[in-house]
């Protein structure tokens, strides 16, 4: 449908291609490649075996379940409602609405340590919502349920903004195309809306996932930070550099580096699969 | 199936989109609705399919072959909508797409997958397109988007085809090609249908009877010959094709205009009356010197003839621009050039007085 790179042989009214392009690889280097790099090199001067005894050791390996799961929980969950809230933002006109979208960046601008404090206020045994869970046996705060909530609370923004420009562009046309051809609601939800957001829907969950993987300020307020259970893997990395041990630290580093690119990678895969069919091969 | 429209109006806030409308379309008929942008032409036609809903009135009703069909959603009226902008599914291959309204049926009415095979295969090389069911619409031309529309409306056998300006977002040549296609698929098919345009060419040429419609309201209902030489309004007679416009007066019998008086028997009063007086290019004739029939002199200002008809464009000693269509033939003969005064002889004219009928008086008729 768009040619992005246009046609090659046509002179551009904007020159400067060299200049761009060798900003372009200097910035990523720079500001991506070398620190990685350096990281990884880093690590590997521990040795393999090292490395290993570190990844594996099972205070490790809980930290990285924890942060895994937790952030992978909270993006599914942020896929979920930032559907609905941008479904409602951009559908929808109604009083407020623009506070309300206006709100929806406050995850985003704020100090994540600001709502970490905010979270447990709330939901500490005797926090306002707190005292209320309390008796029903659910623990919020101080448990790995109060990590997730974080990651939900500071996730949500990345589905919600790849979300909105996407549910502006679907044509209602379309809609009223698959009721006419006596498709119901649910059946033009599920089989001509969601297929067509799809890609951006991914897009979202995976910007929402790698925040919540690296969260650090918010989670440590929230959680209790107990060794094997409400240990995330980058608390983990601090209290390694606490104790002067950096090659522990950069080994951990390294490994979650590594899951994290794997991750992202996947959904890459997916969402180049989820495009190509959204529009249309080619 | 025949389609009834009765008493139908749609407001939308403030802007009457529809008022009071009724129209009858005959089983089998291929119809269009004509008029400019925002004559409610698309209006009724989504209401027509169930898109829209009319302002409740005790008398207002949709009916399929007499059976009113108000209270039923798009889904259930039994209709295909084609979309100007195709609204195919752009995740869906054109197969997909065309399968689209099967797959989507219940268990009970559902075909098999070897009937919806069968069919979906059948409507693509109905429309021309067996080539390309692996395709996604993306990998389409203009044209065959709206071919895999047609299908895809088609597919759910509607007992009523709708058409929202389906050529309208092609380019000129295409659209020519589609057209003449469209009416030999509707020879084939018969499936009652209501087109919607604004490009009169179009409506003129595909269908059975044109409605136009102005200002929320229906001008005229015919067949194309007779609402183009039988115009009944004003805004139907300066609508359709070209025409010269005189303001003149009427009175006992006769419209004036300038030097020239037509035959006007309607209005017999004394009083004069305003009136506009209507002339196709075609209907007139050039000559350089004046013989006893109604004429008027004007100043050849521009000569356009590449095309099949000479077009000349002259200007009256009152100023006034008239235009005149030749035969190259006739155009050859005189061997007109630009800025000499010549004769011209009008064949036709068509006469409406504000608030009176209108009446042609046309042929050989006398000063």
Redesign the interface.
């Not at chain 1, 009223?176 to 119901?184: I, K, P, T, V």
């Not at chain 1, 069919?277 to 080619?282: L, P, T, Y």
């Given at each position: 449908?768009f040619h992005y790179l246009g046609n090659p042989n046509r002179a551009r009214v904007l020159p400067g291609f060299g200049i761009t392009m060798g900003y372009t690889v200097l910035y990523l280097s720079v500001i991506v490649l070398l620190p990685l790099s350096a990281l990884l090199l880093k690590s590997a001067g521990l040795g393999w075996e090292r490395l290993w005894q570190t990844i594996s050791h099972p205070r490790v390996l809980a930290s990285f379940k924890l942060t895994f799961g937790a952030a992978t929980i909270a993006a599914t969950i942020n896929a979920l409602f930032g559907l609905i809230v941008a479904w409602t933002l951009t559908r929808y006109k109604f009083p407020g609405k623009r506070l309300m979208d206006a709100m929806i960046d406050l995850p985003f601008a704020m100090p994540t340590a600001v709502s970490g404090i905010a979270l447990t206020a709330v939901y500490a045994p005797r926090g306002w919502i707190g005292q209320y869970l309390e008796p029903l046996g659910l623990k919020v705060a101080y448990t790995p349920l109060g990590i997730t909530l974080a990651l939900v609370f500071i996730g949500l923004p990345f589905v919600v903004r790849t979300l909105q420009p996407a549910l502006a562009d679907l044509?209602q046309?379309?809609e009223?195309?698959?009721?006419?051809?006596?498709?119901?609601r649910l059946?033009t939800f599920w089989?001509?809306i969601v297929?067509?957001i799809?890609p951006a829907l991914l897009t979202g969950f995976a910007l929402a996932l790698a925040r919540a993987i690296g969260e650090y300020g918010s989670v440590i307020f929230i959680s209790s930070n107990l060794p094997m259970k409400t240990e995330i893997a980058s608390l983990l990395i601090i209290s390694k550099l606490d104790q002067y041990d950096v090659a522990g630290a950069t080994a951990i580093a390294a490994a979650m580096l590594a899951i994290s690119f794997g991750m992202l990678l996947a959904i890459n895969a997916v969402q180049h699969f989820v495009a190509r069919?959204?529009?249309?091969?080619? | 199936m025949a389609i009834e429209v009765a008493h139908i109006s749609k407001s939308f806030g403030a802007f009457k989109a529809l008022d009071d409308v009724s129209l009858k379309v005959n089983d089998g008929e291929l119809v269009a609705l004509l008029g400019p942008s925002g004559s409610g032409k698309t209006t009724l036609l989504r209401i027509i399919a169930g898109l829209e809903t009319p302002d409740r009135h005790p008398d207002a009703a949709i009916r399929f072959q007499n059976e009113d069909v108000s209270g039923r959603a798009v889904g259930e009226r039994g209709v295909g909508f084609v979309f100007q902008h195709y609204a195919l599914f752009r995740h869906m291959t054109v197969f997909e797409n065309v399968a689209f309204g099967l797959r989507v049926r219940r268990r009970a009415t559902r075909p098999s997958k070897e009937e919806i095979r069968d069919r979906v295969e059948r409507l693509l090389a109905l429309v021309q397109l067996s080539q390309f069911s692996r395709r996604y619409p993306s990998q389409l031309s203009g044209g065959q988007r709206q071919r895999v529309a047609l299908a895809r409306a088609l597919a759910v056998e509607p007992q009523v085809l709708l058409l929202d300006e389906p050529f309208g977002a092609l380019d000129a040549k295409v659209r020519q090609g589609l057209r003449a296609w469209l009416r030999r698929l509707h020879d084939e098919i018969h499936v009652t249908s209501v087109l919607v345009t604004h490009d009169q060419e179009e409506a003129l040429e595909v269908a059975d009877r044109v409605v136009i419609m102005n200002n929320a309201k229906i001008e005229q209902v015919g067949p194309p010959d007779e609402v183009f030489h039988q115009a009944k309004t004003e805004f139907v007679m300066e609508f359709l094709g070209q025409v010269n416009v005189f303001r003149g007066r009427v009175r006992l019998g006769k419209a004036t205009l300038g030097e020239l008086t037509v035959d006007y028997p309607p209005y017999k009063d004394d009083a004069e009356r305003p009136a506009t007086v209507y002339m196709r290019p075609h209907e007139f004739r050039i000559q350089r010197h004046r013989n006893g029939q109604p004429n008027f002199a004007a100043k050849v200002a521009r000569i356009h003839s590449a095309g099949a008809l000479a077009r000349i464009l002259l200007r009256t000693n009152a100023g006034e621009d008239v235009l005149v269509d030749l035969s190259l033939e006739e155009f050859g003969r005189l061997r007109l050039r630009e800025g000499e005064t010549v004769y011209l002889y009008p064949q036709n004219a068509r006469v409406f007085v504000p608030q009176l009928a209108s009446c042609a008086a046309s042929g050989e008729y006398a000063i």
């Open positions: 449908m044509d046309e379309i009223e195309a698959a009721a006419s051809l006596g498709a119901s059946q089989r001509v297929p067509t799809l069919r959204a529009e249309g091969g080619a | -």
